[in-house]
């Protein structure tokens, strides 16, 4: 069970998690089939099939608010055990090849297109230095914490989730913020950012970001020099 302890409240009010979480699931090595926007799909789920679709679709949860118009501190634990899911089904897709539904998580287009390339990327590395066959076996999150903010858009909460990834051979560790609001009753996740050193986030987002803009992906002109990092940076690995 999950259990939060509030240990402030004042114009933010913040939340720690005082447990653990173990996610373990059975993995598969696959190129991974990544699903959002159907314009990307057809370059990237080069083995996705109707089934894998419908199955996808049936396994997906929904993340509702406690309040449709509303969000509070009271969804954390919701959008903790969202944001967990969504580490287990990105680590396992860039390490493992299997699949993930980002459909789940992410409403913006802009965060779901960047994410699938982030994926793709990653896995393409790993497949060509052979480092595929020491599969992600689990993830354990450590004691994270939680911030509610209020903003004009109904506010966000802002989750710090440090995590163990265990492997078949070894594990490490790092740490990866998350920015959930709830958009018309379900609770998405409007930015996800992982900071350690030399990962992708840090060489193409860039290094000790703040992350505290959940509308950062609504930005056009800021997305279109994104678009343009990702694209050099990928071109720079091959």
């Not at 090595?29 to 199955?55: A, C, F, H, R, W």
């Not at 699949?99 to 960047?114: G, M, P, S």
């Not at 920015?179 to 987002?205: C, E, H, M, P, Q």
């Amino acid at each position: 069970m999950l259990v939060l302890i509030l240990v402030s409240c004042s114009d933010n009010d913040k939340k720690v998690y005082d447990t653990t979480s173990n996610i373990d699931e059975s993995t598969t090595q696959n190129t991974p089939v990544i699903s959002g926007d159907n314009s990307t799909d057809s370059t990237i789920n080069t083995e996705n099939t109707l089934s894998t679709e419908q199955k996808l679709l049936q396994d997906s949860p929904e993340y509702a608010a406690k309040n449709e118009g509303e969000l509070s501190i009271q969804d954390s634990e919701t959008a903790y055990e969202m944001c967990v899911r969504a580490l287990t089904d990105y680590y396992k897709a860039v390490w493992n090849g299997s699949d993930i539904e980002l459909n789940t998580f992410i409403d913006n287009e802009n965060l779901k297109q960047y994410t699938q390339n982030k994926i793709q990327s990653q896995y393409d590395v790993y497949l060509r230095n052979n480092l595929t066959d020491n599969l992600v076996e689990d993830i354990k999150i450590g004691a994270g914490e939680v911030e509610s903010t209020d903003d004009l858009d109904g506010g966000f909460l802002n989750l710090k989730l440090p995590t163990e990834i265990k492997k078949s051979v070894g594990s490490y560790g790092e740490v990866t913020e998350f920015l959930v609001r709830n958009v018309n009753g379900k609770l998405v996740i409007v930015d996800w950012y992982t900071g350690a050193k030399d990962s992708y986030d840090f060489l193409v987002r860039g290094e000790n970001l703040t992350i505290n803009n959940p509308n950062i992906w609504k930005d056009s002109e800021w997305v279109k020099k994104l678009n343009s990092k990702q694209i050099e940076f990928s071109g720079s690995i091959r």
